[in-house]
């Protein structure tokens, strides 16, 4: 039986004959044995490697051995049938430097593919390459990491490395590189802060980097770097493997991993965790790729008719919950974590995923460091696989330590992300507050009409802005027209409050505290660099907008109020208030989370005229963000003008 490749090519499914008869693509397969162990891959000593390889629908395995990144093979060993469908070879002498693949034959045909487990691959990621790790260790390599005890302490600044350093005024050597990223001491017009400086004053405790790992020589060659090249990297090949042409010399296998390690431990020295955004939901091509060339028809999902899933809309579905390809996820992530100090991991369209697979990650993790973060896109998508195992906001209630992002609140905030010129509340859109109010509680179910998906605050990841589709400034400009430019600035400064003041998991796109724009373009995962790059000065014009953002990211690290840890907490402590239209308040009561305020008072106010508002009788408020707003303040009264938050507290 076959089905029809990515290009239109006919994909076996490898030799039913080899194992019994039970066809590789049916649920049956998963039946038989696995394998168990711990030394997939390659094992590396100077005086031996030992390779295996889990492949066992072929009838013949081969080790290829090359002495560079191309060039003919230096010598093809066979390798030798071994338990749970592995097959085993173990060869004397010292492998270092050299390059590997796996050759595996069915009935008519040799397929030629890299080590799935390879750690370390030439340039363009089509050889694995031999390397002893320890070498590629920093020559500080510490276990140390910035203190975090909550994931709703975390302040998440999702990046594309490219898009930090290229700009021509930041003043960033190593444009475009993991190096680029760990310089300091940079500066960019006005001598304002650029780079990872910029990074670090701002106050975020976690820089998301967009994928790392080594993705499809279509998305960016990594021999032909002196030309234009950008790709956000949702292409992956080599799952285990810093991407190349982040390097400053892709050819020699160790240089991409030491100057990644690097750059982790500057982020750490620098007080910042590393979130890692990870895609093993589809593959980049579903016939090329090393998994199908090794073990045709398992690792992607099928429908009954023969053809692939695809509710990626990328050509295919990773089949997360067969056992193998579980366990090569799990493997992953905690191959990651353990050998480059990774200290949280988004999963990218997390909702094709299954629950099996998810918890299994977890629990690894917790048994690792439970201080690692779990966040994914829990979209409700299409895929064969049964609703209730998909790793979805619907099924959230099985998935309790993972943050899910919370497009419910995003839409409420800021309007449509596929209507354009819908209006959110910071814009004066009608009809939603209700739907902000569930963003404020953290997504839990607080009471009649205000609920989400999410059992715990930590479920939700709160955001207005991310790497798709437009930037909030973009999508203001779009929706908001008659406005003038100094309003939608409020509206936009008010849409980054409300994330930083809400229950859950606040997350910032990068360049959203200086109004980020990308010109209008929706989405720019190949566009040029200068619609993707961090726009200093931009920045360098928007400095009182930072500042902004330094004290609200302070006012939620000084206020414990602002990150409840339990939906028991929320409900016992938050308290909506009496307002008029567009605007929504409420109070945090009775030092809720341990908070040095007795109580505080938040109001979100979208419109520009003054406005009245009762305060409940709990004591002498005083302003503690937002009091340029204040007309007028008493006990009982608060007149407020102009779009913006505004905090009070009774100390």
């Given amino acids: 039986m076959s089905v029809q490749g990515g290009k239109g090519e006919p994909m076996d499914y490898g030799d039913p004959a080899v194992v019994g008869g039970v066809p590789v693509h049916v649920g049956g397969f998963d039946g038989l044995p696995g394998y168990e162990g711990d030394d997939l891959g390659v094992s590396y000593t100077p005086e031996r490697s030992a390779f295996r390889l889990w492949a066992p629908t072929s009838r013949q395995a081969e080790l290829v051995l090359y002495d560079s990144w191309q060039g003919d093979a230096s010598a093809v060993l066979p390798m030798t049938r071994d338990i749970g469908g592995t097959w085993i070879l173990t060869v004397k002498g010292d492998l270092e430097g050299k390059f590997y693949t796996y050759r595996v034959w069915f009935e008519d045909r040799w397929n030629e593919a890299v080590d799935p487990y390879a750690r370390a691959v030439g340039v363009n990621g089509d050889r694995g390459a031999i390397l002893d790790l320890r070498k590629t260790d920093p020559l500080r390599w510490t276990e140390d990491k910035p203190p975090f005890d909550n994931p709703v302490d975390a302040v998440i600044y999702e990046l594309h490395l490219r898009d930090l350093s290229v700009h021509p005024a930041g003043g960033i050597r190593q444009k475009g590189k993991y190096t680029g990223l760990a310089e300091s001491g940079t500066r960019g017009p006005g001598g304002i802060l650029t780079g990872l400086d910029h990074i670090a004053d701002l106050g975020v405790t976690h820089v998301q980097l967009q994928p790392i790992a080594d993705y499809a020589t279509e998305s960016v060659d990594e021999t032909k770097l002196d030309q234009p090249h950008y790709n956000w990297g949702y ?70 008719d023969g053809t692939l899933s695809n509710g990626s809309g990328c050509g295919n579905d990773c089949a997360t919950e067969r056992k193998m390809m579980s366990r090569y996820i799990a493997d992953s992530v905690l191959y990651w974590a353990r050998e480059y100090h990774i200290d949280g991991f988004r999963f990218d369209l997390m909702g094709l995923m299954d629950i099996g697979t998810m918890t299994e990650i977890r629990r690894r993790l917790d048994e690792l460091d439970p201080s690692i973060l779990t966040i994914g896109e829990g979209w409700v998508m299409d895929t064969e696989l049964a609703p209730s195992q998909r790793a ?65 605050p930590q479920q939700s990841v709160n955001f207005v802005e991310c790497h798709d589709n437009h930037t909030l400034w973009d999508k203001l400009l779009l929706s908001t027209e008659g406005a003038t430019d100094e309003e939608r600035r409020a509206m936009h400064r008010l849409a980054s409050a409300m994330v930083l003041t809400s229950q859950g998991i606040p997350f910032l796109h990068a360049g959203q505290e200086f109004m980020r724009t990308k010109n209008g373009i929706e989405n720019s995962y190949n566009g040029p660099e200068d619609i993707n790059w961090l726009d200093w000065q931009r920045c360098a014009a928007h400095q009182d907008d930072v500042e902004y953002m330094k004290k609200l990211i302070v006012l939620r690290k000084e206020h414990p109020a602002f990150r409840l840890r339990s939906a028991e907490e929320i409900r016992r402590g938050l308290f909506f208030e009496r307002s008029p239209g567009g605007a929504v308040a409420y109070t945090l009561r009775n030092h809720a989370g341990g908070d040095s305020a007795s109580h505080l008072y938040v109001v979100y106010k979208a419109n520009v005229g003054e406005m009245s508002l009762a305060l409940p009788k709990l004591g002498e408020w005083q302003p503690l963000l937002g009091g340029e707003q204040i007309v007028r303040l008493t006990k009982e009264q608060a007149i407020i003008r102009g779009i913006g938050m505004t905090v009070l507290a009774v100390p």
């Fill in 235 to 304: 292409d992956p090949k080599n799952y285990n493997v810093p991407e190349g042409s982040y390097a400053t010399d892709p050819y020699v296998p160790g240089v991409r991993i030491k100057e990644l390690k690097c750059l982790i431990q500057t982020l750490h020295d620098r007080g910042l965790r590393v979130v890692m955004d990870v895609v093993y939901n589809h593959v980049y091509d579903n016939f090329r790729m090393n998994l199908t060339k090794l073990v045709p028809g398992y690792y992607l999902r099928y429908k009954a």
């Fill in 392 to 456: 979805n906001q619907q099924n959230s209630a099985s998935l309790p330590r993972f943050g899910q992002f919370n497009d419910g609140f995003r839409d409420a905030v800021k309007g449509s992300i596929f209507l354009h010129n819908r209006k959110g509340f910071v814009s004066g859109g009608a009809g939603t507050e209700n739907g902000v109010m569930a963003g404020i509680a953290g997504g839990i179910t607080y009471g009649p009409g205000i609920w989400q998906f999410a059992q715990e």
